[in-house]
């Protein structure tokens, strides 16, 4: 039978069997019961994409390649959104207890998230499976939201079914922005990865579990109240709990990850940094971690740092420039030349330069070379630093002291595009010291840097340097003991413009202890002979590292 009261041309919605068809017995006007459905519409929604964006930060923080990462969090969550979808037709005879329980569901599993993956990293030394069960449980369960509440909003007050579905929608995007800025701006950096996916589970199972409670008490026979207010309070205990032992949790948890003597954990707005060690002896003792990646062990850095910057100082070195390299290893192997009038550090994160410069273990490693008065610090992109004025033919040597290039948010770093703004910045004669990453576990990625830097019009001269921990250990058995540790290797190529720069280092130069002109030819022969010809350069539109 027609619906005489639909407008002219408007078919009324299709309405679901049951209790969903008759009109809903409210404590308030239908005009302010569908703003209240709509405001937690809106609710949900920004709470729905801050535990997408975690389960994104996390799978890019604990497993590394963010952009897989990505493309597997997206891709699950919106198959399973679908897959929510559908079972969501099984409710539509009790939408308001359906919609109750799956907020429930919903707060519990994205509040506990973060906490989960930390727990699986640390201590099952692998979160991929729980980022993936992660992903799906919670797509099913917002995918399951819409359905619902689009029943709900029109036992309210029914309307044409596209005119419903553009205010949820509305709703809908409005939340998932706010949600979205929310989350980098807000929650992240005031209270961090676990305690901010808990409030946020706090604030999605008191919202949804209000709506339903007291909007549509009638509609829910007593047991299903008692059965709804039942989980909701079992939730809300829970994730009480859960922000009470948070910090209890990160700290055993981080001892799991980096072992017993974690001194020093800072989470920037940049990364997480972790000191490892004791705060006073030997500073060989000392490990920094950033975001989960070993960068600096005290045992072995000096045949990193050596290998790095000696073979490009064998020349004009008065102006030298370190991309990257906060820490200050780096430049205190340059500051160790006398004749070197300045040092620019180009540091993204201004976090790593204050440890660098306060922490007196690290200090000790680095010399206090941020004590020289010939040491200055910028703080900001190096790509963008490049691109601008200040960085044109003024350096003699420029020493890129990056994260590996298989780290997604470094592949920039190491394009076609940026190695062209680096050797603009080489003064006649210049030299650009690149690290590579591993020559020997990984000689695509290796071979790939340099036949960027050769389409970027440099000529080079790749080698490596032997070491027992790798300056980018990832996995679980990252903090074993540098004694224990397998042997690694280090890559690195030596370009210029004007012709190949010759690998050596000078006789008199002060303060060496592993590396010698021998070695390093050596070293480069060796590579010569694993040499991966004829590989494309990455470039920003179409990156090669993986």
Known sequence: MIDRSAPRGVLPAPQPRGVASVPAALPVRPRTGR??????VFVCAACGLVYELELLALGSYLIGDSVTQASVVLSVMVF??????????????????????????????????AM???????????????????????????????????????????????????????????????????????????????????????????????????????????RARWLLITMNITVLAVLASATVLADDFERVARRAVYGGEVRVAVQTGVQELVLTGPA????????????GRLRVSGYDEYRYHEALVHPAMTGPHSRVLVLGGGDGL???????????????????????VRLARTDPMLAA???????????????????????????????DVIVSDLPDPGITPST?????????????????????????????????????????????????APYSAGGRLSGFAAGPDRTQGAADAPPQDWGFVLAARERVPE???????????????????????????GRLPGLPPSTLPHPRYT
Do not use: C
């Open 365 to 395: 490693l680095n010399g206090r070379v941020y004590e020289d008065p010939r040491l200055g610090v910028v703080t900001q992109d190096a790509f963008r630093w490049l691109r601008g004025p200040a960085a044109r033919d003024r350096f």
């Open 330 to 352: 780096a430049a205190r192997e340059v500051l160790r030349y006398r004749d070197v009038a300045s040092v620019t550090v180009v540091e993204l994160d201004p976090g790593v």
């Open 35 to 40: 703003l209240l459905v709509l405001a937690t």
């Open 503 to 529: 690998l050596r280092v000078d006789r008199d130069t002060p303060g060496l202890r592993s590396l010698s002109t021998q070695s390093l030819h050596d070293a480069a022969r060796d590579a010569e002979r």
């Open 280 to 291: 006073t002896g030997s500073p060989r003792s000392l490990d920094l971690f950033l975001d």
């Open 116 to 222: 989960a993956l930390y727990a699986s990293f640390a201590w099952l030394g692998e979160s991929r499976p729980a980022l993936v069960a992660f992903s799906f449980a919670i797509g099913v369960l917002i995918g399951a939201e819409i359905p619902l509440l689009m029943v709900l909003i029109q036992r309210i007050r029914r309307q044409d079914a596209g005119g419903a579905v553009a205010d949820l929608f509305a709703a809908d995007y409005v939340g998932a922005l706010v949600g979205g800025l929310a989350f980098p701006f807000l929650l992240l950096p005031v209270l961090g990865q676990l305690t901010g996916a808990v409030l946020t589970g706090t604030v999605n199972v008191v919202v949804g579990g209000g709506l339903v409670l007291w909007l549509f008490r009638r509609d829910l026979s007593r």
């Open 80 to 113: 399973a959104m679908g897959v929510g979808s559908l079972l969501a037709k099984r409710l539509r005879d009790r939408p308001a207890f359906g919609f109750g329980a799956v907020e429930a569901g919903l707060a519990l599993l994205g509040g506990l998230s």
């Open 412 to 460: 920039k770093l190491y394009s076609q595009e940026f190695y062209g703004l680096a050797a603009r910045a080489l003064r006649p004669g210049g030299r650009l010291a690149v690290h590579a990453g591993p020559l020997g576990t990984r000689p695509r990625t290796y071979w790939t840097v340099e036949a960027t830097l050769r389409a970027a019009g440099l000529l080079t």
